[in-house]
């Protein structure tokens, strides 16, 4: 500035008094004034000249609210959700960054920004984190412009980001009176403390901004099958062998396996040593419903109990009632029976577990009757808990599980029907199949970018060869705990009545199987290996990286 330069004119008695000289350095200088316009009395002032500088930076919302939840995760710093905040919303995907000078004075052109990716501190494992790549994040972001910014009068200046929507992405924003000041800024990787850095060392804590760490949202819509009906097989009784003493086999009108919707795959006694779905169920016989537990197990036409079959009988003459032991044989229209028959009975009544039968003939242990194949009612029932449903999945491992992944689950989605028909066994593992079980009314949005959202739903059992029925073999015979209707498909089903043949263990149990199963919606694989292994080879509870680092690069589950 040259000698006796005009910088500016005050009207007395107008505000404001300060007067901002711009394009000098900080320094002392001699203000020269002239007061009056008649009386032009002439003043000078030594005064100091301070050029403005930034005292903050911080990250503020759209709506003006500076971003204060803290990210619990490693690193610290801020926490931000840029999802939708309603199915049919806009994404809150946009943050303000705000830098404040002293003093407060309107500052034209002044401030500078630059928004860098910082270190991934949850991990430094390649899979999720390559410490020699130049950035971390699995997203795409668009920064502030680079052109400065003035300042308000009040000393603000603002500038606005479109955030990146995966989860994990991490920012810090630099503010700077000058562009050449970012000639040598950059993050530092690896740095657990996401620290931005310059040749002179740490940017100023004044200059930059705390880390900002993505968020998203999981919502979850929770379903149950309705109660379980129809789990039992009915029919007749057309052979009874066994034992002297007791019956151990009974032949039924039924096949087991291809009578059966869906037909029963499981191996049984009619070709191996698997003793087939209704191994440890029970049996009731006759119209008087006389029951038999813990079956030894079953083939294609018959159950077969080692310990016996509970048939009473008695004979009804006239008036009198004989009990005559039990029903050891039935073959053709002849029944066996325990008890010593000291008199005739033609023409009396037979009564197997209540079922009436006309006697044509007796000897002392056989007893024939008038029908041609005397068939006895029965209801055949597995080891199956009929009471576990309707209620909801177990979900509370859901937040342990998928906090290092940076992911909230929510609950909170309207849900008009959360009760959807009972399904006793699924035919195979097609998405056709599997799919139509669910009543998911939220799935408008299951393929949002932008509203995350799934669907979890307690079931019963999975395919027939797959529902622990028998248990005596599981190399043959195992059990699926549950199932997604496709990989980064809907939503998953939990077989509850599986479940709950399986003793939780430190691995597995129904919470972790709900984390399981929805860590599949998300594409991870049993080969991720951690939470992700199949149940009998899981040694760990928590995700990996490598399905950490899918959940976190995926556009939608």
């Known amino acids: 500035m040259s000698l006796h330069t005009n910088i500016a004119t005050v009207t007395a008695g107008a505000t404001p008094r300060e007067v901002v000289v711009h394009g000098v350095t900080n320094d002392t200088a001699t203000i020269v004034a002239w007061v009056g316009a008649t009386n032009q009395w002439c003043h000078e002032k030594l005064v100091t000249i301070t050029t403005p500088t930034i005292t903050s930076v911080q990250w503020i919302q759209t709506n003006g609210i500076a971003v204060s939840s803290n990210n619990p995760n490693a690193g610290g710093g801020l926490m931000f959700f840029p999802d939708s905040p309603a199915p049919s919303a806009a994404p809150s995907n946009q943050v303000r960054i705000r830098a404040v000078i002293t003093p407060p004075v309107n500052w034209p052109n002044a401030i500078h920004f630059r928004v860098f990716d910082v270190d991934d501190p949850s991990s430094s494992d390649p899979v999720l984190d390559n410490e020699s790549a130049a950035s971390d994040n699995k997203g795409t972001h668009t920064p502030p412009p680079t052109a400065p910014v003035s300042t308000d009068t009040n000393g603000i200046a603002e500038v606005t980001m479109t955030l990146s929507m995966q989860p994990g992405d991490n920012f810090r924003a630099v503010a700077a009176t000058s562009a050449a000041f970012f000639n040598d800024v950059g993050p530092r990787h690896p740095d657990p403390a996401m620290a931005v850095t310059n040749n002179a060392g740490l940017i100023p804590a004044n200059q930059i901004t705390s880390p900002l760490t993505i968020w998203r949202n999981l919502h979850v819509e929770l379903d149950s099958m309705a109660a379980v009906v129809s789990n039992d097989v009915r029919g007749s009784i057309t052979n009874i062998s066994g034992t002297a ?32 779905r209704f191994e440890n169920g029970w049996i009731r016989i006759g119209t008087n419903g006389v029951q038999t537990t813990n079956l030894f197990g079953n083939g294609d036409n018959f159950v077969r109990n080692s310990g016996g079959f509970n048939i009473p009988a008695d004979i009804v003459s006239g008036s009198t009632t004989t009990t005559v032991g039990q029903v050891v044989a039935l073959s053709g229209s002849t029944f ?27 000897t002392a242990s056989n007893v024939t009757v008038s029908a041609a194949g005397p068939q006895i009612p029965f209801t055949l029932h597995d080891d199956d808990n009929d009471t576990i449903l309707p209620r909801n999945p177990d979900v509370s491992d859901l937040a342990r599980a998928f906090q290092p992944a940076y992911v909230l689950v929510t609950f909170g989605l309207t849900n008009p029907t959360p009760i959807a028909p009972f399904v006793l066994n699924f035919l195979n593992d097609a998405v056709a199949t599997l799919r139509p079980a669910f009543r998911f009314d939220n ?16 079931a019963y059992q999975m395919e027939t060869f797959e529902d ?41 149990s129904e919470a972790f199987t709900v984390s399981h199963e929805v860590g599949h919606l998300f594409n991870g694989a049993h080969s991720d290996g951690g939470l992700m292994a199949q149940s009998l080879s899981r040694t760990n509870v928590n995700f990996t990286p490598t399905t950490l680092n899918r959940i976190r690069a995926i556009p939608h589950p």
């Open 443 to 458: 799935a408008a949005t299951e393929a949002s970018t932008t509203f995350w959202t799934v669907y979890v739903i307690a």
């Open 336 to 362: 066996t029976v325990t008890a010593v028959l000291g008199a005739s009975y033609t023409g009396a009544t037979l009564r197997v577990a209540g079922t009436a039968f006309a006697i044509t003939g007796n």
């Open 245 to 276: 003493s007791a019956a151990t086999n009974l032949t039924l009108n039924v096949n087991l396996r291809t009578g059966l919707n869906p037909p029963d795959t499981s191996p049984n006694l009619s070709s191996t040593t698997n003793r087939g």
């Open 468 to 508: 622990n029925d028998p248990v005596a073999v599981p190399a043959l015979e195992g059990a699926t705990l549950g199932i997604v209707d496709t990989m980064n498909g809907q939503g998953a089903l939990i077989f509850l009545e599986c479940l709950r043949e399986f003793p939780p263990t430190p691995t597995v």
